[in-house]
Nanobody, 123 residues
């Protein structure tokens, strides 16, 4: 069983930066593919970025070049550095972990989810 807890959300002006974190429990964290998803009001949840156990990363086109995912396996933590934020980045951001071996873009593939952290970007 894996428990995920996000933190670091908040309010930021357009063009600003924010880093959110996802702390995971469980001794096998290092082998889990991890991902960030987000859900804006009235919209479906969408994929943001994932990272494999080996560090391979895949970004959604909408955040490529602005967001950076990283993982610190000894600390059981995944980070999402968000730069050049836009109002359309406003959403609840969710961390997810998958017990399989491959990082995917589909939320249905992920077995464990955090409670979410709100990110609001003002114009």
């Amino acid at each position: 069983q894996v428990q995920l807890v996000e933190s670091g959300g908040g309010l930021v002006q357009a063009g600003g930066s924010l880093r959110i974190s996802c702390a995971a429990s469980g001794r096998t964290f290092s082998v889990y593919p991890m991902a960030w998803f987000r859900q804006a009001p009235g919209k479906e949840r969408e994929f943001v970025v994932n990272i494999s156990w080996s560090g391979t990363k895949i970004y959604a086109d909408s955040v490529k070049g602005r967001f950076t995912i990283s993982r610190d396996n000894p600390k059981n933590t995944v980070y999402l550095q968000m730069d050049s934020l836009k109002p359309e980045d406003t959403a609840v951001y969710y961390c997810a972990a998958r017990s399989g071996t491959i990082a995917t873009r589909k939320g249905i593939d992920y077995d464990y989810w955090g409670q979410g952290t709100q990110v609001t970007v003002s114009s």
